[in-house]
């Protein structure tokens, strides 16, 4: 697993402070359906998701430039889509919409 994504992979971060962003309001956290978390070297989350729209791996790094990029990665963690330039208060609302959100729900 982390020889396919170690290219991704920049600088250390609080992977703990990482998960207070995603989990703010927690009730958005809650229909990614999380089924497992990966600490890839305090380097990278990896989180399991069963989204809507997505149910493989999102795996969360941090650049130099203290933004987020954001890598759905399918069940061999192969790349399928990377989104650069994720600024801690858009990142659980880019995550949200890539795996899960559907416009009828409302909070």
């Known amino acids: 697993m982390i020889d396919k994504i170690q290219e991704l992979l920049q600088r250390e971060f609080d992977l703990n402070e990482t998960l207070m962003v995603l ?12 089924e497992k978390m990966y600490n890839v070297k305090n380097q990278g989350l990896i989180l399991k998701v069963n989204g809507h729209h997505w149910k493989n791996f999102v795996l ?14 399918d069940e061999d963690f ?7 330039e994720v600024y801690f208060d858009m990142l659980q609302n880019i995550i949200d919409t890539e795996i899960e959100y559907i416009e009828e729900y409302k909070f």
């Open 23 to 34: 989990k703010s309001p927690i009730n958005i956290y809650w229909t990614w359906g999380v």
């Open 60 to 73: 969360v790094t941090l650049a130099w430039n203290d933004s987020y990029t954001v890598s759905l990665l």
């Open 78 to 84: 192969n790349i399928t889509k990377t989104i650069t």
